[in-house]
């Protein structure tokens, strides 16, 4: 089966970058569509940037276009997702998701996330 982990979470002022890590503890990643999805305190979990396996394609959603930008490592079977000019309504637990559709993107597996705080 596909595990998930996250990592490369934490505090960062406004303004800032991170990049967060999503790496398959169990079987390989290929032939899985890739994704992340973000959850905020009292709400619901949102999908926030996909990338097709096959064609390499991105798309996001409209909060985080031009900020943030999910990538690839096929050779660390890693999942990426860089985060620039973080706001505080970007604070959030951070999902790394694999799944067999891309668009929309549905998830078969998720990770357990990892925390993303942006103070003012």
């Known amino acids: 089966q596909v595990q998930l982990v996250e990592s490369g979470g934490g505090l960062v002022q406004a303004g800032g970058s991170l990049r967060l890590s999503c790496a398959s503890s169990g079987r390989t990643l290929s032939g899985y569509h890739m994704g992340w999805f973000r959850q905020a305190p009292g709400k619901e979990r949102e999908f926030v940037a996909a990338?097709?396996?096959?064609?390499?394609?991105?798309y996001s959603a409209d909060s985080v276009k031009g900020r943030f930008t999910i990538s690839r490592d096929n050779a660390k079977n890693t999942v990426y997702l860089q985060m620039n000019s973080l706001k505080p309504e970007d604070t959030a637990v951070y999902y790394c998701?694999?799944?067999?559709?891309?668009?929309?993107?549905?998830?078969?597996?998720w990770g357990q996330g990892t925390q993303v705080t942006v103070s003012s």
């Open positions: 998701a694999a799944g067999s559709s891309y668009r929309p993107f549905s998830s078969d597996y």
């Open positions: 990338r097709s396996w096959r064609s390499g394609s991105t």
